[in-house]
């Protein structure tokens, strides 16, 4: 189990950029994939980005590659997403996740999630 905590969230004008962070628990972060997930307002929640136990591999959906990267420190036991060109649609609770699967996770790999923290993005 992998304890994860969001931060960075908040209120931005489209074009502008955010920064999150995510803290996890424990000396075995090394271990999991990291992923950032977000949920809007009356939709499901969908995938953003991920990437591999060593940050060699990154994943992204179509809507956000090329605006965001996800990397991490595993020394610092942290994941980061740098979200720049923000847009309305970016609007959501984001979640910050961890898989057991290290390499090539799919969704249902996630088993550990973060509380959220919310970003608006205004127009």
């Known amino acids: 189990q992998v304890w994860l905590v969001e931060s960075g969230g908040g209120l931005v004008q489209a074009g502008g950029s955010l920064r999150l962070s995510c803290a996890a628990s424990?000396?075995?972060?090394?271990?999991?994939?990291m992923g950032w997930f977000r949920q809007a307002l009356g939709k499901e929640r969908e995938f953003v980005a991920a990437t591999s136990w060593s940050g060699g591999r990154s994943y992204y959906t179509d809507s956000v590659a090329g605006r965001f990267t996800i990397s991490r420190d595993n020394a610092k036991n942290s994941v980061y997403l740098q979200m720049n060109s923000l847009k309305p649609e970016d609007t959501a609770v984001y979640y910050c996740?961890?898989?057991?699967?290290?390499?090539?996770?799919?969704?249902?790999?996630?088993?550990?999630w973060g509380q959220g923290t919310q970003v608006t993005v205004s127009s």
């Open positions: 996740a961890a898989s057991r699967q290290r390499v090539d996770p799919t969704k249902d790999d996630f088993t550990s």
């Open positions: 424990g000396r075995t972060f090394s271990m999991y994939a």
